[in-house]
């Protein structure tokens, strides 16, 4: 029950995003699926967040993504005890928070759902980072499960023929990886359908991203980060297409009716980089209340970026290439280019980049690409040093200075 | 028109009073446990020195880590905005700003009208700023308004290689159990400060003339150290320390 004194602000709940609960839905009831697996008889795999997971959809295997677990523990604030429990059990605080927030929860079932459905198999992709490699094979010793490894070549230039005979012959292996564990053969009409509804699902998370190119912008990137937990974890499924047609229903209808994600948008900044999952909210009030909106980031359209090397015809044909071209295996030039594609693209005044001391494949290359999309474009870009999951490494009173600065710079431009 | 800019930093408070575009008078004291205290101590002092009346003040710009807690203030600007503009006052011909204060090092880039084009800061850590110098002075048992003059006395700085603070400190208290001398590691520190603030003023690319203002600017060793990892000559004014409050007072000229 609202007493008058705290009625909801009227103001606010109009820019609230209404298919939020329907999303809070579908996830509580993937992980209660997930976690209940063991009694359905279903086996769980995990995989990196940029790992093919339309085979696991094919052979009915639940996937459980551990990273989307540590943004969960990000979120939710654990974060800093259970990279403190892994430093602990003698992991070192230079390796990503990711990784060690999962091995720490991993025998104390910690974290905010009470830690991860035990998995059935692990699949680890590369293209998204060297730690998952380690990361994977220490989980799979401690729960003593089968580990498949599918290996990306880092794409400095180019995608050459050797690269890609070489990755596809690694589809068929993880198909017969997956048989081999499942006692089942897999269904190649399945495939080829799962494989439609993934690249529909990714050309829809576009179009819903799109929507921010409209000014103001119905959605900010913190919106993203948020909508963006189908796209990774149900891809190859009709709930992901059903969950975004409707947000993207929404978002058109944002537009027509005028509301915007910031009350008085005059900034529109892109952000680089995973977010920083314990300050979104707070860093989202204080983009607002410079008027700046965060349109648009290079993180969540990861998701459907490689989109263009996909042939929806020949999913299994083409996927190798789809996932080794990914931004984060893509070489800084490239990386450059993206960045001011999406600049040009939502007309961004201005670039955030998130200096992240976990994530170094994401975080390497940034100097350069401040300084490329300075000289290409001539607009101001703000580094912020942060960690996406250890509060540790994140200090409000520079980092408030330091976009305060930024935001005076833009203004007075 | 008399302005009021005030810049509580994380080791001093500063005042200054600006009066038709010219510097009136300043004050400094140690902000101390409570920055909101220190901005209206500091307030209070000025304006007994300077024999003015709170109401002839017709505007007041906060600056400085404790900007936000200034009660008293029309507006808060970052201290890297109003470093800039303070710098300009100070000499319009400068194009580069190298800031180190208690808690951050910073680089700021100008333009001719003394306006921000890009800055950059320090990461987390509180290596190459006032605060790792008075660690540093509390391991050596050396007043850290001596640093400047002990260090050019040196004659084979100490190599410091460590970026933290914390490890700094222990290296430099093997330094001493060595018995090397005070004035070499001195000299080192310097040095090491040196290296950190030109490294991130080199990402930033600093044109000339460039000043270097803040506290730390007292520091003659840190800025001889400054001029030889960056290469370029470093002027510094006798109001180093008050320029983010002379860049306030200014600002709240324009509001």
Known sequence: ?413 | MVTLGIDVGSITAKAALVKDGKLLSTAVIVTGYNSKNAGEAVFEKILSEAGVNRAEIKGIVATGYGRNSVSFAGKSITEITCHAAGAHFLNPAVRSVIDIGGQDSKAIVMDEAGKVKDFAMNDKCAAGTGRFLEVMARALEVDINDFGSMSLKADNPAKISSLCTVFAESEVISLIAKGEKRKNIIAGIHESIGSRVAAMAGRLGLTSPVMMTGGVAKNIGVVKALEGKTGKSIEVSDMAQLTGAIGAALIAMTL
């Open chain 1, 1 to 413: 029950m609202t007493t008058e004194g705290q009625a909801p602000d009227p103001e606010k709940e109009k820019r609230k995003i209404k298919s939020v609960k329907k999303m809070k839905e579908i996830m509580t009831n993937y992980y209660i699926e997930a976690k209940s697996a063991e009694q359905t008889g279903k086996k769980v795999a995990w995989i990196t967040s940029g790992g093919p997971v339309e085979p696991l959809i094919v052979m009915d295997i639940i996937p459980v993504y551990p990273e989307n677990h540590g943004a969960m523990i990000g979120a939710s604030k654990m974060g800093v005890d259970l990279c403190e429990k892994s430093e602990q059990m003698g992991y070192s605080r230079d390796l990503c928070s990711y990784a060690r927030s999962d091995i720490a929860c991993a025998p104390v079932n910690g974290g905010p759902i009470g830690g991860l459905p035990r998995p059935d198999m692990l699949v680890c992709c590369n293209n998204i980072c060297g730690t998952v490699l380690k990361w994977y094979e220490v989980q799979a010793r401690y729960f003593n499960v089968p580990l498949f490894i599918l290996d990306t070549p880092f794409c400095h230039t180019e995608f050459s023929d050797e690269a890609r005979k070489y990755v596809r012959k690694q589809v068929d292996e993880y198909i017969e990886f997956l048989e081999m564990v499942c006692g089942k053969k897999c269904d190649f009409d399945r495939m080829a359908e799962v494989g439609k509804l993934s690249v529909r699902g990714q050309r829809l998370w576009q179009e819903v991203l799109d929507t921010a190119a409209h000014k103001p912008a119905p959605m900010s990137a913190f919106d993203a980060f948020f909508h963006l937990a189908l796209i990774v974890t149900l891809r190859g499924t009709q709930t992901v297409i059903d969950y975004y047609t409707g947000l993207l229903e929404e978002m058109r209808e944002r537009i027509t009716s005028g509301i915007s994600a910031v009350p008085d948008e005059k900034y529109r900044l892109l952000w680089d980089n995973l977010p920083v999952w314990y300050k979104t909210k707070w860093l989202s009030e204080k983009f607002a209340a410079h008027d700046a909106c965060l349109v648009a980031d290079t993180y969540t359209s990861a998701w459907c970026g490689s989109l263009k090397y996909i042939d929806e015809n020949d999913f299994l044909g083409t996927m190798a290439e789809g996932y080794s071209r990914i931004y984060l295996n893509i070489g800084v030039d490239e990386m450059a280019e993206t960045v001011i594609e999406m600049v040009d693209k939502y007309d961004a005044d201005g670039v955030v980049m998130h200096s992240n001391r976990s994530c170094k494949p994401y975080s390497l290359g940034q100097y350069d690409i401040q300084r490329i999309v300075q000289e290409k474009r001539e607009i101001p870009t703000l580094m912020i040093e942060a960690d996406m999951v250890d509060e540790r490494s994140f200090s409000e009173s520079q980092i408030e200075t330091r976009i305060d600065a930024f935001m005076e710079v833009l203004k007075a431009r």
